[in-house]
């Protein structure tokens, strides 16, 4: 069993961080490589992600107020560089989706997604710095988010833009007519309450609220307190896939949304859901403590490979159940998802962590970096435990 102590957790975030300072950085070129292989060889000329350039930012802003060192603090300038030099459209406004090694436009659509890590990443920079830059930049996302996604009769926010934020059908995470998902919703919100903390305004408070209510109202099947996926303008939902890692992370995020805008009904109602949530991803757990990716119950299919982000996510979200609920069981779910992460995700030979492991522990030799793969899921998870393990 591994040591479940906020010195554990504390020593894994370092651990993490200290791998992106030695293998992410690209000295030639400026900021951080846009893949890294299995044996931490860089692509070179690979393109670099919006989505990891955000999490980047948001990784080492987040190091620096924890741990008060200044090389964080200075990675996090490096992310803050490579974001603002290069994601930012000057003429539209709003972040490329990805951009060359050179750090030329490469895909120029507006992905909300991506927009919204862009905003997560610069309000944590904000938070550690207090550069009045960033704040700017990151209240020029929402503003631009607000004008062109946010659907006024139905709610909730649209998927994806042109370039000049015109409509268009040729989307990157879905397909139209399913402009609307589950996944950019959670992520907008988490983005939306992170720069609320740094920019507590009327109407950001009021769209992250209503965001809120989207979710629970749209996006969580009441029958079975599981998130659907992808649906059409209306939320008429594409099918009942069943995500257990996003299931989880919401029942914690969503929660911790409630608490920063210090709404008691909100409150109240997501700890509610929050533990309800938490209940139903119990059932993707396999014996071995790990949660399996997906689970559709049209075909009965079961996605059995386990996932670095939904093993983090996990670890937090049954941990804020056991907070919430004090029932043991959650727990043991939450030392058991830790004790599987040590075990099976963390390569203790080359670092960082696994990107994928199959049913029977063997680890599929991928990229320790790439477009997805980020220091966001892992160290935050991190970040978390070694917060709530010490609060108890």
């Not at 740094?198 to 809120?212: C, E, N």
């Not at 994928?356 to 435990?385: L, S």
Request: proline fraction near 4%; aromatic fraction near 14%.
């Amino acid at each position: 069993m591994a040591a479940f102590t906020p010195d554990a957790f504390k020593k894994e975030l370092i651990a993490i961080l200290d791998y992106w300072e030695k293998y992410g950085q690209d000295n030639e070129k400026g900021g951080f490589y846009g893949r890294v292989n299995y044996d931490n060889q860089p692509v070179k000329d690979a393109d670099r992600s919006v989505v990891l350039a955000g999490r980047i930012l948001w990784t080492f802003s987040l190091a620096h107020r924890l741990c008060k060192e200044a090389k964080y603090l200075t990675l996090a300038d490096r992310a803050y560089q490579q974001l603002t030099k290069h994601f930012i459209d000057p003429k539209h406004g709003g972040v490329y989706w990805s951009v060359t090694a050179d750090g030329a436009p490469k895909e120029t659509r507006k992905q909300v997604y991506g927009n919204a890590f862009a905003m997560y990443g610069l309000s944590e920079y904000y938070r550690v710095t207090h550069y009045k830059p960033a704040l700017d930049q990151a209240i020029a996302l929402f503003n631009n988010i607000e004008q062109h996604a946010f659907d006024p009769v139905n709610g909730g926010y649209r998927e994806a833009f042109a370039q000049d934020w015109s409509p268009t059908d040729d989307y990157i995470l879905s397909k139209s007519p399913w402009i609307k998902s589950m996944n950019t919703h959670l992520h907008l919100v988490e983005a939306y309450t992170n720069l609320y903390t740094v920019w507590p305004d009327k109407r950001l408070k009021k769209q992250t609220a209503g965001m809120l209510d989207a979710i629970i109202t749209h996006i969580v099947n009441p029958e079975t307190n599981t998130m659907q996926l992808f649906f059409d303008e209306k939320w008429k939902a594409k099918d009942h896939i069943i995500s257990f890692g996003h299931d989880i992370e919401a029942s914690w995020l969503l929660f911790e949304t409630a608490e920063i805008l210090e709404d008691e009904k909100l409150i109240d109602k997501m700890k509610e859901q929050s533990i309800l949530m938490a209940r139903a991803a119990s059932k993707g757990l396999s014996p071995d403590g790990a949660l399996n990716y997906e689970y559709d119950p049209a075909t009965k299919h079961t996605q059995t490979d386990r996932s670095w982000w939904v093993g983090a996510e996990q670890l937090v979200g049954f941990y804020n159940a056991y907070q919430l609920t004090k029932e043991e069981q959650f727990r043991e779910k939450a030392q058991k998802s830790w004790d599987y992460v040590v075990d099976n995700f963390i390569d203790h030979e080359k670092g960082e962590w696994h990107g994928t492991v199959k049913a029977d522990g063997t680890p599929v030799k991928g990229d320790k970096i790439n477009f997805w793969k980020c220091p966001y899921h892992n160290a935050r998870a991190c970040a978390e435990m070694w917060r709530r393990v010490a609060k108890g």
